[in-house]
C-alpha cells in the first residue's frame, strides 16, 4: 500500500505546487532569482520533490518519473516567461526614479565679437566676397610699404606698432590691411575678398581701446570699378546691417593706400539721430574708413594700374558689437568671464 500513498501524496503535492507557481508573478530581477531558487535550485523544491521517487512503487516509477519531468518543464517553461517579461520592459526592473529631473547637459555660446563677424561676413557674401585671412605676425612690406606706407612716412604715426624683439622687420599686423596686399600679390584677377581678422596697437587699455581687436577689411579689384561701385557695395552692407531708415554720409579722408579716400557715418541708430551720448550728441556714427586703391599700391603687387582700379573698405568689429549688444566695456570680450560670455547664446 505504501505506493498509493506514495502515488497520492507525489500527485497532491505536485498540483499544490503548480497552483502556487500559476498564480507567481514578479515585478524586478531580484524576485525571478528568488523564484529560480526555491524551485530550481540545487535545493530547491523541484528537486526535492524528484526524491520522493524512492516511495514510488517499482511499477509506477515510470509513470510517477513522466509526472516530475513534466511538473520540472512546467517549472522551467514559467522560469523563462518570467525572465522574457523583465527583458522586453526593463524599465520595470530598474530603479530608476523617472520623476527626478535630468543632468542638465551645459551648452557653449558663440562669443559676441565671432557673432558680428560671422554677420557682417554673411553679408558681403550675399554680394560675391569671398573671406581670405592673413597672418597676425607680418612684415613691414606687407604691414606698411607695400600699403604706400614708405619707412619714416609719418601716417606710420597714425598706428602704434608692436614690432618684434629679434626682427625688426617683423611686428604684429596694426591693421587687416596687410591681407589686401597678400591677396593682390597672388596674381589672379578680379579679386573680391573681405578679410576678417586681429589686429594690434600699442595703445594704453582703458574702457573705450585695447591693445588688440577686430577688423574687416573689404577688397575689389577689376576692370571699370568706381566709386560709386563701392558707395553701393557700403549702402547694401548698411541697409542690411541696419535696417533700411539709417542715413549714410561720406566724409574726405586720409589713407596712404586710397587715393581718394573717405570715412563713412552711419545716422545713429541708438537715437535715431536726434543726438545721444552715444553719438556724441552729434546724430552720427562713424564706422569704416574706405577708399580708391591708390596706384601705386596695386604697382607694388605688380597690377597694371592703367588697366585695373578697385576699392578697399575697412572697418572695426569691436564698436558695432558694443552698440549692438550694449557693452559699455570692450575689456569684457578679452577676460574670459563666463557670466559675460554665455549672455550670447543666439545668432545676432
Ligand atoms: N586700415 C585702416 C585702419 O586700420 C582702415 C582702412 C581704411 C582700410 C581705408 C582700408 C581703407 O582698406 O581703404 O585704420
Not at 63 to 76: I, S
Not at 234 to 256: A, C, I, N, Q, W
Request: hydrophobic share 35%; aromatic share 10%; with cysteine.
Amino acid at each position: 500500500m505504501l505506493y498509493l500513498q506514495g502515488m497520492e501524496q507525489l500527485l497532491k503535492q505536485i498540483a499544490d505546487y503548480k497552483n502556487e507557481i500559476e498564480t507567481f508573478s514578479a515585478t524586478d530581477a531580484k524576485e525571478i532569482e528568488e523564484f529560480r531558487i526555491k524551485w530550481l535550485g540545487t535545493k530547491g523544491l523541484v528537486k526535492n520533490l524528484m526524491g520522493e521517487m524512492k516511495n514510488v512503487a517499482n511499477d509506477k516509477k515510470k509513470e510517477a518519473g513522466q509526472l516530475l519531468n513534466e511538473f520540472k518543464q512546467y517549472t522551467e517553461a514559467k522560469f523563462e516567461s518570467l525572465k522574457e517579461l523583465t527583458t522586453d520592459t526593463p524599465q520595470l526592473t530598474t530603479n530608476i526614479d523617472l520623476s527626478l529631473p535630468g543632468d542638465s547637459i551645459p551648452v557653449g555660446s558663440r562669443h559676441p565679437i565671432i557673432l558680428m563677424r560671422n554677420r557682417i561676413i554673411s553679408i558681403y557674401q550675399r554680394l560675391g566676397f569671398a573671406v581670405a585671412e592673413g597672418p597676425e605676425i607680418e612684415d613691414d612690406w606687407h604691414n606698411f610699404t607695400a600699403l604706400n606706407l614708405p619707412p619714416h612716412h609719418p601716417a606710420r604715426d597714425m598706428q602704434d606698432t608692436f614690432y618684434v624683439q629679434q626682427n625688426p622687420d617683423w611686428l604684429l599686423r596694426t591693421h587687416t590691411s596687410n591681407t589686401q596686399i597678400r591677396e593682390m600679390e597672388k596674381g589672379k584677377l578680379p579679386i573680391r575678398v573681405i578679410c576678417p581678422g586681429r589686429v594690434y596697437r600699442n595703445e594704453t587699455v582703458s574702457a573705450r581701446s585695447h591693445c588688440f581687436f577686430h577688423q574687416v577689411e573689404g577688397l575689389y579689384i577689376d576692370e571699370n570699378v568706381s566709386f560709386a561701385d563701392l558707395k553701393q557695395t557700403l549702402y547694401f552692407f548698411v541697409k542690411e546691417m541696419y535696417g533700411k531708415d539709417v542715413r549714410v554720409r561720406f566724409r574726405p579722408s586720409y589713407f596712404p593706400f586710397t587715393e581718394p579716400s573717405a570715412e563713412m557715418d552711419v545716422s545713429c541708430f541708438i537715437c535715431g539721430g536726434k543726438g545721444c551720448r552715444i553719438c556724441k550728441h552729434s546724430g552720427w556714427v562713424e564706422i569704416l574708413g574706405c577708399g580708391m586703391v591708390h596706384p601705386n599700391v596695386l604697382e607694388n603687387c605688380k597690377i597694371d594700374s592703367n588697366k585695373y582700379t578697385g576699392f578697399a573698405f575697412g572697418m572695426g568689429i569691436e564698436r558695432p558689437a558694443m552698440l549692438k549688444y550694449d557693452i559699455n566695456d570692450i575689456r569684457l570680450f578679452s577676460e574670459n568671464d563666463v557670466r559675460f560670455l554665455k549672455q550670447f547664446t543666439s545668432a545676432v
